[in-house]
Nanobody, 122 residues
């Protein structure tokens, strides 16, 4: 069993910063990639940023220059540093892990966290 546990969401004023963390828990051998997605009220879930275990990154245009994704493979944890936040960044942020291999040989194609609410006030 693999579980993703998120932390770091909250309320911040426009222009402020927040750092989200997501730890993958379980008897994990490897994770191919991790990422962050978000879903604003009334909108579809969208990708924010992704990172492979080797450190290659991808960002949504809305995140470029303001958000930074990083990964600590020793802790199976991914971070999202969000700077210069805007009211339109308000959303529930979800992390995911892709191609998770656990001891015993089981593979999980994709695992999702429970979501962390980020609210940016104007």
């Amino acid at each position: 069993q693999v579980q993703l546990v998120e932390s770091g969401g909250g309320l911040v004023q426009a222009g402020g910063s927040l750092r989200l963390s997501c730890a993958a828990l379980g008897n994990i051998l490897s994770i191919n990639a991790m990422g962050w997605h978000r879903q604003a009220p009334g909108k579809q879930r969208e990708m924010v940023a992704g990172i492979t275990s080797g450190g290659s990154t991808i960002y949504a245009d809305s995140a470029k220059g303001r958000f930074t994704i990083s990964i600590d493979n020793t802790k199976n944890t991914v971070y999202l540093q969000m700077n210069r936040l805007k009211p339109e960044d308000t959303a529930v942020y979800y992390c995911n892990a892709v191609r998770v291999t656990v001891r015993g040989g089981d593979d999980y194609p994709e695992v999702w966290g429970q979501g962390s609410l980020v609210t940016v006030s104007s």
